[in-house]
């Protein structure tokens, strides 16, 4: 039940000694404080001291840091590092933000950027489903491109000879460059055409 630090600058310029200081005055050790030094391009959980938090911190411990922004880059990586931690319930407090999880408005605010987060990730997933059928309709294939059957004919009879010839079905699908699943399928969809021509 103690309570870690969290200090995070973009460049080796910054200094964060004004954010390390606030935490000491709240009362944090000073071993116990995490640092990253790190651009914004990289999310809460690939950053080496947040990884090294999220290690040491146990269940009912409280991170506290100076700003919730210093927590991640965005405000989604933001509100997924804070639903990680409390999902691990570990407490979040911000010294500059007044969120404290022994008030209630401290609760309120975490509550708010739980809902957030989840608002925000639904967002996501609307505007990834728009675009994907927005592509559709220009004519954007996905998936694995299509075989020409021209070519599927011709690893499927070179398959062929080589099983009457003896050889396994895996060496026969190994020199035409698949799987045995794959000449299997290949060979039921061709008997599949086969049997529905008249």
């Known amino acids: 039940m103690g309570q870690l630090g969290y200090t995070r600058v973009s460049t080796s310029s910054q200094d964060a000694k004004l954010q390390l200081d606030a ?3 709240a009362g ?3 071993r116990d404080v995490f640092a990253d030094v790190t651009s914004g391009s990289k999310t809460a959980i690939e950053r080496p001291g ?3 938090l999220l290690e040491y911190a146990e269940e009912g ?3 506290v840091v100076w700003r919730v922004d210093r927590l991640g880059r965005s405000l989604i990586d933001v509100l997924n590092t804070v639903t990680l931690l409390r999902d691990r319930g570990i407490h979040v407090r911000s010294i500059s933000d007044g969120i404290d999880p022994a008030t209630s408005t401290g609760r309120l605010m975490l509550n708010l950027l739980a809902t957030l987060a989840e608002y925000e990730r639904e967002l996501i997933v609307e505007r990834v489903n728009a675009g994907i059928a927005a592509a559709r309709q220009n004519g954007t294939r996905f998936g694995r491109p299509l ?3 021209a070519v599927i004919a011709d690893k499927l009879a070179i398959a062929q000879d080589a ?3 003896g050889r396994t079905a895996e060496d026969a699908a190994r020199l035409v460059g698949w799987s045995r699943a794959t000449l299997y399928r290949h060979q039921q969809a061709l008997a599949a055409r086969q049997n529905s021509t008249p």
Do not use: F
Request: no cysteine; glycine share 0%; proline share 6%.
């Open 28 to 30: 944090v050790q000073k």
């Open 61 to 63: 411990d409280t991170v």
């Open 23 to 25: 935490l000491v005055t």
């Open 50 to 52: 947040m990884k090294r």
């Open 147 to 149: 075989s020409d059957p």
């Open 163 to 165: 099983r009457a010839k």
